[in-house]
Each structure stands twice: as structure tokens, then as C-alpha cells.
């Protein structure tokens, strides 16, 4: 009998200490917030169910971050008309910008459209001329507009930053100059990542112009094969532009910046698009504004404005994707 009141109260003990240890488990859990899924890893371009993206803080409208970019601009204007001088100079230099200016073919294509075409088709077609030899630079533009950028980028994170001490034209290029090889690793994956659009344009230029698609049907199918293409490529521009300023940060390789600049776009990757693709459309059509009416009544002059215009939209660019980077953080 002994035995068996022994065995009973050792049962009664061990129950008792179960459940004090899982009501102290249960009491843990309710402590530690509702029980939930473990969210599967977002990947694109995969048949998955829909994620709904966490609640994060609103960005700025397209106009007001083009207003922000041109207000910090001008607030240290100084700093920022140095910094294109110097671009200036080194395109004048190195490059020969304003001889290639002056070397433009539209003097001798003007007289030509304007046998076919009215003023206004002559002074587009004159704009996308200059634009088509802007983008037509060699390799000496190239490496002064990774240079300048890297100044431009250094002196907009100095100026973003609260109590940043006087910042002089140099020390944009001095310092500015640190994260040059990994600027330029990310710089060679974004233009891998044109290549989805450089074969969608290539197959639709080959099949119009060898007469593969003669149909206006066959045509069509060309035409979405170089949509989805080109949207492949966009969808991956998107973050990796950002990734040209993260990897600028101290102690930031390319594959971090790359990963940290996906994180940043997520979930509103076609929001964030549309506000790039604003500043793109925006500084073309301000550049049309100015050039066309040039390029019909003073044409000689219109190279060399539409290079200056140049200058200045590259800083105007990056003062703009700062400002949208910065919102994303």
C-alpha cells in the first residue's frame, strides 16, 4: 500500500510539473505575438502564390523628387558647377567634345529633310540625330562619366548628411574615387543585363528588314518577342541601378549592393520603375524643347548647347536617383 501511495504521488508530481511547463510555454508563445507561416522566399519570374508586401512608408511623387533633386542642386551650387566644369574640361581634353560638336552631321541633313519633311519633323529628327551621337561616345566619355558620377554620388551623400562639414570641388574627386573597381563590376552587370533587350531588338530588326516577317501578323509576334525581352531586362535594371550607389558605401562589395538593391525594389519594382523612367522622359523632353527650335533657326549652334545640356543632365540624373534611393531606405 505504501508503495502504491508512493507511485501515486511521484505520478502527481511529474503531471503537475508537465503542465507547469507547458502553461509556462504556452505563456511564452501568447508573450511572443500570434503564431504565424513562415513566408516562402520571393522569387521572380515563378508560378507562386501572391505575397503581400509588408507596410512600408510612402514615396515621393515623381515631380516632387525631380523638385527635391534640382533644390539640392542648387543649394550647393557651387560644388555641384564645379564638378560639371570639371567634366567640361576633361570631355574638351580627352575627348575632343566640342570639335565632335562641331563636326555634327545635321549641317548636311538639314537641307535634305527639308525637302521631304516640314520644320518640326526636321528639328525632331536633327534632336534625335545629336541624341544618337551623344549615346555613340567611345570609351574615353565613357571612363569620365563613371569618374564624374562617382563625384557626383560622393558629393550628394556629403550633402544629404545633417552638420556635413564644407565640402570642397576636390575632395569629390579624391575621395569620391575610393569604390571605382567595385563601381564598375556593377557597372558590367547592368550591361549584361541589356542583353535580353539587345537580342529582342536585334531578332526584330533582323526579321523586318530581311524579310523573314512580312506579315503584319508574323510582325506582331516579333514585336512581343522583343516586349518580353525587354521587360526581362528592365525588371533587373530596376534594382541594379540602385546598386551603383550602395556599393559606394564603405566596405560594400558588388554582390552585397546587388542583393541590397533587390531588397530595396521589392514588391514595388513597377512603381519604382515608372519613377525612373519619368527622369529619362522628363530630360528628354526638355532637351527637345531647347534643341528643336535650335536645330531648325540656328542649327550651327545646337551641338554645342545640346553638349552642355549633357553636362548638366548627368548631374541632374544621379541628384534624382539619390533622391528616390534615399526615399527607398
Do not use: C
Request: without cysteine; proline residues 3%.
Amino acid at each position: 500500500m505504501a508503495k502504491r501511495g508512493s507511485a501515486s504521488k511521484t505520478k502527481a508530481i511529474t503531471s503537475a510539473k508537465s503542465k507547469s511547463s507547458s502553461n509556462k510555454a504556452l505563456a511564452a508563445s501568447v508573450a511572443s505575438g500570434p503564431r504565424r507561416l513562415k513566408i516562402a522566399p520571393y522569387k521572380s519570374f515563378r508560378l507562386q502564390k501572391r505575397i503581400k508586401p509588408a507596410e512600408s512608408k510612402k514615396i515621393l511623387g515623381s515631380f516632387r523628387l525631380f523638385k527635391q533633386a534640382i533644390v539640392v542642386l542648387t543649394s550647393r551650387w557651387k560644388l555641384f558647377l564645379g564638378i560639371i566644369i570639371i567634366y567640361a574640361l576633361l570631355s574638351i581634353i580627352l575627348t575632343g567634345g566640342l570639335s565632335l560638336a562641331g563636326n555634327s552631321n545635321i549641317n548636311q541633313l538639314k537641307p535634305t529633310l527639308n525637302q521631304s519633311f516640314g520644320k518640326f519633323v526636321t528639328g525632331l529628327t536633327l534632336f534625335a540625330a545629336l541624341a544618337g551621337d551623344s549615346f555613340s561616345s567611345g570609351v574615353s566619355q565613357a571612363v569620365i562619366g563613371v569618374i564624374v558620377s562617382l563625384a557626383l554620388i560622393w558629393a550628394l551623400r556629403q550633402v544629404y548628411l545633417r552638420g556635413a562639414p564644407k565640402l570642397r570641388i576636390r575632395d569629390s574627386f579624391y575621395r569620391g574615387m575610393a569604390p571605382l573597381i567595385p563601381f564598375i563590376l556593377v557597372l558590367i552587370v547592368l550591361l549584361f543585363e541589356l542583353i535580353p533587350l539587345a537580342i529582342g531588338a536585334f531578332l526584330y530588326s533582323t526579321a523586318v528588314t530581311g524579310a523573314i516577317a512580312t506579315t503584319s501578323g508574323e510582325q506582331a509576334i516579333f514585336v512581343f518577342i522583343f516586349f518580353l525581352l525587354a521587360i526581362a531586362s528592365f525588371h533587373m535594371l530596376t534594382s541594379s541601378v540602385f546598386a551603383l550607389y550602395i556599393v559606394t558605401l564603405d566596405g560594400m562589395t558588388p554582390i552585397k549592393a546587388l542583393r541590397s538593391a533587390a531588397m530595396l525594389v521589392r514588391y514595388r519594382r513597377v512603381r519604382i520603375f515608372l519613377k525612373l523612367l519619368f527622369i529619362i522622359i522628363t530630360l528628354l523632353i526638355i532637351a527637345a524643347i531647347i534643341i528643336v527650335p535650335l536645330a531648325i533657326w540656328a542649327t550651327s549652334v545646337a551641338p554645342y548647347i545640346f553638349f552642355l545640356l549633357t553636362l548638366v543632365f548627368l548631374a541632374i540624373f544621379h541628384s534624382y536617383v539619390y533622391a528616390l534611393y534615399r526615399e527607398l531606405i
